[in-house]
């Protein structure tokens, strides 16, 4: 069954669809929305080896001039390094301003091309079209994209809203369990900030092993994240909610060598810390962090760092964090299960709120 969600920010209005099966038909849904232009989709070496076959045939059936344009996988082509070889050959398909880029892939690709159809020729159309439950249900919407610097995660990037987004939940049937379980972090998430209803539902499905009933937990995600936007599309006051356990997490992921942890898992770490760092000073209601360090792991997710890990040394890349505001840090706690706040704290106080050995 085909979903529709229509997102009205003040930049821009599009629509999200989501559909079982929607690939089969993506290269007929492409040319009806922009009949006549070039399309430049961006991937990675892992989705291209995958998809290239249906993709070339979806686009050659439905007679649309395109190129398929893919870099290395991970995190590190995330970077500066990746957007010349971009630029160049989006300017060698000689395309314009009026024509299209699709990032077809998970996060990174999302926040790369995105970036890169930001501020190629000053922006041209972009498709967001994720193959991961995470870039579905959170980094596909909201116009959020970004390059990692060597002093930090997405310390670069812009917002620039998609024309369309597409997402075909069956992408999430094909992945390694590890991916799933990445992108379930993002789903928790959302229901420890914002959906109490969620977040019981994750623990009913949990209990029941009940692995279907995908589509309607990324609709509801993608129902929420809307609510989210419209009210605030450049992260300036609800929608930095949605960085629950991101303020941990991404020093998690700047301290330990790349690969140590995923970002869910690096997330998952963290809303359990913030959690129970909420409830040692008095802001959130007890047991939520055991609730929390419950769900994560029947979805194979971490709760916690290795016993003896320096958090003081961890928390060190929080001098860079983007919800800084001088010597402030605006952090995501929660009061109980659905209902997040915001609560600012000196940044030289991080390490002792979240480590509860100091």
Not at 55 to 61: I, R
Not at 171 to 195: H, N, Q, S, W
């Amino acid at each position: 069954m085909r979903q529709t969600l229509t997102i009205n920010t003040n930049a821009e209005r599009y629509t999200v669809t989501t559909e079982t099966g929607l690939f089969f038909h993506f290269g007929s849904m492409v040319r009806e929305l922009f009949p006549g232009k070039k399309v430049a989709v961006i991937t990675d070496d892992t989705v291209k080896s995958i998809y290239e076959e249906h993709l070339t045939k979806q686009m050659n059936d439905a007679g649309i001039q395109w190129r398929l344009i893919s870099f290395p996988p991970g995190e590190a082509s995330k970077s500066f390094e990746t957007l010349p070889k971009l630029y160049s050959q989006l300017l060698d398909f000689q395309l314009t301003r009026d024509d299209v880029v699709i990032a077809f892939g998970g996060g990174v690709v999302g926040d790369i091309a995105g970036f890169a159809a930001a501020t190629y020729q000053r922006g041209v159309n972009l498709v967001q079209v994720p193959t991961t439950l995470m870039a579905m249900v959170d980094a596909s919407i909201g116009g959020k994209n970004g390059a990692n610097l060597p002093e930090g995660k997405n310390m670069a990037g812009t917002f620039y809203q998609p024309r369309e987004v597409f997402i075909d939940p069956r992408f999430v049937r094909t992945l390694p369990d590890k991916i799933l379980e990445d992108g379930m972090a993002e789903v928790i998430k959302y229901g420890c900030v914002f959906d109490p209803d969620l977040f019981s539902d994750l623990i009913d499905r949990a209990m029941k092993s009940d692995g279907g009933g995908i589509e309607t937990i990324i609709f509801r995600c993608c129902l929420i994240k809307k609510q989210i936007i419209e009210l605030d599309c450049k992260d300036e006051g609800i929608a930095m909610l949605l960085n629950f356990g991101h303020t941990f997490g991404h020093c998690i992921e700047d301290y330990f060598p790349e690969g140590t942890y995923t970002h869910g898992q690096a997330v998952s770490i963290g809303m359990y810390a913030t959690a129970l760092a909420g409830e040692r000073y008095g802001f959130t209601a007890p047991n939520t962090a055991k609730l929390i360090k419950e769900l994560t792991g029947s979805y194979g997710l971490p709760h916690s760092l290795p016993e003896g890990t320096d958090i003081e040394k961890v928390v060190e890349a929080v001098k860079r964090d983007k919800k800084r505001r001088g010597d402030k840090l605006n952090l995501v706690l929660l009061e109980k299960i659905g209902k997040g706040f915001l609560h600012q704290i000196d940044k030289a106080d991080y390490a002792k709120f979240i480590d509860p050995h100091q």
